[in-house]
């Protein structure tokens, strides 16, 4: 008799399992970026490195110096959001989105501690091309990308 209420409970679970998923939805597309934005290192002078991993003009060693202490950013996005993803990282960031075509700006700042992840809301921007940039305490990082 035992073995069979066993039985009767996982079948409730796994119904309750698939009544969850259609009434709360599966996975949200809107979560998780379409594209990556290829992010560059703005140096003092104004001269950009690319902050990810490999050769880039033989500029690999200054990308890991500048890394070391001053955490890692990456960004993506999709139609609805922009997600900026922090390592390695202490202190205050300010994100400005900037569009090449007309007067758009929007800006916005967050708080990390050691890692964490930002998202910046471009659901009501028009197709362009933007420009991305991440503010550190140490250093800045710069990223074009197109919303079609």
Do not use: C, H, W
């Not at 902050?51 to 500048?66: F, N």
């Amino acid at each position: 008799m035992e073995r069979k209420n066993y039985f009767v409970k996982l079948l409730l679970i796994m119904i309750m399992g698939m009544f969850s998923v259609i009434l709360f939805g599966g996975d949200d597309d809107d979560d998780v970026p379409d594209r990556m934005i290829d992010l560059l290192i703005v140096i003092d002078d104004g001269v950009t490195i690319k902050s990810t991993p490999g050769d880039y003009l033989g500029l690999t060693k200054k990308v890991e110096s500048l890394r070391s202490g001053f955490g890692e950013f990456k960004a993506g996005y999709n139609s609805n959001f922009v997600f900026i993803d922090s390592y390695n990282y202490r202190g205050l960031v300010l994100v400005e989105l900037e569009s090449v075509n007309s007067n758009v700006f929007i800006s916005d700042s967050f708080i990390v501690n050691g890692s964490g992840s930002f998202q910046l809301n471009i659901s009501d921007l028009d197709s362009g091309v933007y420009i991305l940039s991440i503010e550190t305490s140490y250093q800045t990082y710069s990223g074009e990308f197109k919303l079609d």
